[in-house]
């Protein structure tokens, strides 16, 4: 997409989107870079379900993401997720290059996470996900963003059914 400043200068569009849901493949890895901002890594798996058009059987295909966040979201992350856990990530996607021993130029390609959403998840509120490893209970969903801010979580349909409305009132 070509876009036009006041001047009629062109100015090219550009996206560095991305939207990921899958599990963590490894507990999240915390340490923190010499300003003190915490980062946490860990992998997460994706899968693709499609049907092979020429012989009618399913095929299924996984992929692995590296994921990188920074601040409160990356506490967040070491506090609450473990391996095998439900997430959402929403961020870009970043190729850092290095040199290792021997010259060679050695590439990483990560996902910078901007925000997270956890899904369903056992164990009762307030804990965290090691402490919920065992247990099964109430499902809880906790949205953050890149900020480290939760977010309240959005009401389903079923928990809206219980809610009186004023036009519902007939008075």
């Not at 693709?48 to 992350?77: M, P, S």
């Not at 040199?99 to 899904?119: C, F, L, V």
């Not at 009762?124 to 090691?130: D, N, P, R």
């Amino acid at each position: 997409m070509i876009l036009r400043d006041p001047r009629g200068t062109k100015k090219y569009m550009n996206l560095n989107k991305i939207f990921l849901i899958g599990r963590l493949t490894r507990d999240p890895e915390s340490r923190a870079l010499p300003s003190g901002q915490a980062v946490s890594n860990f992998g997460l798996a994706t899968n693709r379900v499609w049907t092979n058009q020429e012989t009618n059987e399913k095929q299924e295909q996984t992929e692995f993401h590296n994921i990188v966040a920074f601040g409160r979201l990356a506490d967040i992350c070491n506090q609450y997720l473990s391996k095998g856990s439900l997430i959402m990530i929403e961020g870009r996607i970043q190729t850092r290059s290095w040199q290792n021993q021997d010259g060679d130029t050695k590439y990483r390609t990560e996902i910078i996470a901007e925000s997270m959403q956890m899904g369903p998840r056992g164990g009762q509120a307030g804990k965290t996900a090691k402490e919920n490893k065992s247990e099964t209970g109430k499902v809880e969903e906790i949205q953050v963003d890149e900020s480290g801010e939760e977010k309240p979580k959005k009401k389903s349909s079923e928990e809206s059914k219980d809610e009186v409305k004023s036009e519902d009132i007939p008075f």
